[in-house]
Every structure is written in C-alpha cells, then in structure tokens.
C-alpha cells in the first residue's frame, strides 16, 4: 500500500492522483451496475424491506 500512497504523493505527476481517482470510481460504478442488474431488482428491494422491519422489531421491545 505505501507504493501507492507514493504513487499518489508525487509533485511531478500532478494529474496522476485525478486519474486514479477518476478511474476508480467508474470502476466501482460500473461494478455496481452489474451487480444490481445481475442479481435483480426484486432481491435488492426485498433486502432492504427485510432490513427495515428487522430493525423495527428491534426498535419496539
């Protein structure tokens, strides 16, 4: 990891932090994407259900 953090830290380099940033992050979008499209809507929707009413049985004793 201290590569990186170097890799990062480097004056002469100045847009290669905004790139690796930039990267990154349509990585992880496009990761995401898939994932929701790829499990479905219904699992996600059923999840989070699920989680709220657990959280509110919790809540209520």
Do not use: Q
């Not at 496009?30 to 790829?38: D, E, N």
């Amino acid at each position: 990891m201290s590569w990186m953090n170097k890799g990062l830290g480097t004056p002469a380099n100045p847009g290669l932090r905004l790139r690796l940033i930039m990267m990154t992050v349509f990585a992880l979008s496009i990761i995401r994407y898939v994932f929701y499209f790829h499990c479905g809507e219904a699992f996600f929707r059923e999840y989070f259900e699920s989680k709220n009413v657990s959280d509110m049985r919790s809540v209520e004793k």
